[in-house]
């Protein structure tokens, strides 16, 4: 099984914001109530951006942006905490 793409179509919100927790303030920030919403299990980018009329390649532009801005900033894998 492949993992999944942030950018796969059929991705439910939930599950981006649960796989990648830097995406979550990018929804805040807009003003996008998908945080916690109970439609966020069933809910793609395209019905978010459908929504809010936001366009959804500026919206995953943003939330590839906030992914690598957190894995920058991340330590390595196994690394030792506090060192």
Not at 31 to 50: K, N, Q, R, S, Y
Not at 58 to 63: K, S
């Amino acid at each position: 099984m492949r993992a999944p793409r942030l950018d796969d179509p059929d991705l439910p919100l939930a599950e981006i914001m649960r796989r990648w927790p830097a995406t979550v303030p990018v929804f805040l920030a807009r003003g996008m109530l998908c945080v916690g919403c109970v439609i966020g299990p069933f809910h793609t980018v395209d019905d978010a951006c459908e929504e809010y009329g936001i366009d959804p390649g500026t919206l995953l532009a943003e939330l590839r942006a906030a992914v690598s801005s957190a894995a920058a900033t991340e330590p390595p894998v196994g690394a030792a905490a506090g060192r």
